[in-house]
């Protein structure tokens, strides 16, 4: 490159970078996020609540994450996770569930038991998940990490039923 064609290529570069800054500076500053609201002043005697004597209450209360599947017409399916297993290893028991009706309640598949899953994709009939693990070396006892992917599966019934079964597939 010749000497002159640098120094104009390098004088346009720092010309850029220049109307780069005084746009910045143009540009106003974030806004501070809003204060936090003040807190509430009671208004009337407060209601005294018992813990809840149901047991199905402890079921309820270890789900720790919950995903709805919005992409599957007019049933009513979500993906949970509840805590429980060795924590060292994984811990997050993984489930779809489908609901049948306000009599049947819902029914529940368990797909794994893994550290957290990520919901890549969905279509009707699926879901695309993408998989964080613990897995344990037998030879070494170390327990290290994996991420993978995999597909849950179900077929739709013509007459609007739940599913009777569902699959789950390694994907790449």
């Given at each position: 490159m010749?000497?002159v064609t640098?120094?104009v290529?390098?004088?346009?570069l720092t010309a850029?970078?220049?109307q780069v800054?005084?746009?910045?500076?143009?540009?106003p500053?974030e806004?501070a996020?809003?204060?936090?609201?003040?807190p509430?002043?009671?208004?009337?005697p407060?209601a005294?609540?018992q813990p809840?004597a149901?047991?199905?209450?402890?079921w309820?209360?270890s789900?720790v994450?919950?995903?709805?599947?919005?992409?599957?017409?007019?049933r009513?399916?979500k993906?949970?996770?509840t805590a429980g297993?060795?924590p060292a290893?994984?811990?997050?028991y993984t489930?779809?569930?489908?609901?049948?009706?306000?009599?049947?309640?819902?029914r529940v598949f368990r797909?794994?038991?893994?550290?957290?899953y990520?919901?890549l994709s969905?279509?009707?009939?699926?879901v695309?998940?993408?998989?964080?693990e613990?897995v344990?070396n037998?030879?070494?006892?170390?327990i290290?990490?994996?991420t993978?992917?995999i597909?849950?599966?179900w077929a739709?019934?013509?007459?609007?039923s739940?599913?009777?079964?569902v699959?789950?597939?390694?994907?790449?």
């Amino acid at each position: 490159m010749k000497p002159v064609t640098f120094l104009v290529a390098l004088l346009g570069l720092t010309a850029c970078d220049a109307q780069v800054e005084s746009r910045k500076a143009a540009v106003p500053a974030e806004q501070a996020a809003p204060a936090p609201a003040a807190p509430l002043t009671a208004a009337g005697p407060a209601a005294v609540v018992q813990p809840d004597a149901d047991p199905n209450q402890q079921w309820a209360a270890s789900v720790v994450e919950l995903t709805p599947l919005t992409r599957q017409g007019d049933r009513t399916v979500k993906l949970f996770g509840t805590a429980g297993g060795d924590p060292a290893m994984n811990g997050l028991y993984t489930h779809i569930a489908f609901v049948d009706s306000p009599a049947e309640g819902w029914r529940v598949f368990r797909i794994g038991d893994v550290l957290d899953y990520r919901v890549l994709s969905e279509a009707p009939g699926r879901v695309d998940l993408e998989i964080d693990e613990s897995v344990m070396n037998e030879a070494s006892g170390e327990i290290g990490s994996r991420t993978r992917r995999i597909i849950v599966g179900w077929a739709a019934a013509a007459d609007g039923s739940v599913p009777a079964t569902v699959t789950v597939t390694p994907a790449q």
